[in-house]
């Protein structure tokens, strides 16, 4: 259930882009909370993804397309620190999703490591990719303004 994010990653058209709105969904309950808080709760959802992808793999194959905790993490880093908005939130979510399809700067070949590692980590980097990118696009365009 963890793996597949709810059974998100039972859809049967784009389970990685259920799993990501998913992710969506989840952030925004959560946008609000101390970031520290939102930290913990990003590092907690990598290692138990990696765990819960190592076990899933065993049945379903290497990166499945049923594991999508993997992209619920990517979600959440592409949105921690950027301002709580539909569209802010839309931007990033369309941000992750071309990162994560594209896999630049390493994030392919991190698909290597073994078990769990290689689902979590490429998109991991995606969502790392995605929020540098949503950080400089809120402050060079001045989007104060589509906050909430």
């Known amino acids: 259930m963890l793996a597949s994010a709810g059974f998100a990653g039972y859809c049967p058209i784009a389970p990685g882009t259920s799993g990501s709105l998913v992710g969506l969904v989840l952030w925004w309950f959560g946008a609000d909370l101390n970031i520290w808080l939102q930290l ?3 590092v907690t959802l990598f290692f138990l993804g ?3 992808a190592t076990l899933a ?5 290497h990166d499945a397309g049923k594991i999508v905790i993997d992209e619920v993490l990517g979600m ?3 949105l921690w620190l950027v301002p709580k908005g539909l569209v802010l939130y839309a931007i990033g979510f369309m941000m992750f999703r071309g990162f994560d399809i594209l896999k630049p700067l390493g994030a392919r070949q991190s698909q290597k490591l073994p078990g769990g590692w290689g689902v979590m980590v490429d998109d991991l980097l995606a ?3 995605a929020n540098i990118v949503m950080q400089l696009v809120f402050r060079v365009f001045h989007l104060g303004h589509l906050i909430k």
Request: charged residues 20%; proline residues 0%; hydrophobic residues 55%.
């Open 76 to 78: 959440w880093v592409t």
């Open 40 to 42: 913990s709760f990003i």
């Open 50 to 52: 990696v765990w819960a």
């Open 127 to 129: 969502g790392i990719y």
């Open 57 to 61: 793999e065993k049945d379903w194959g």
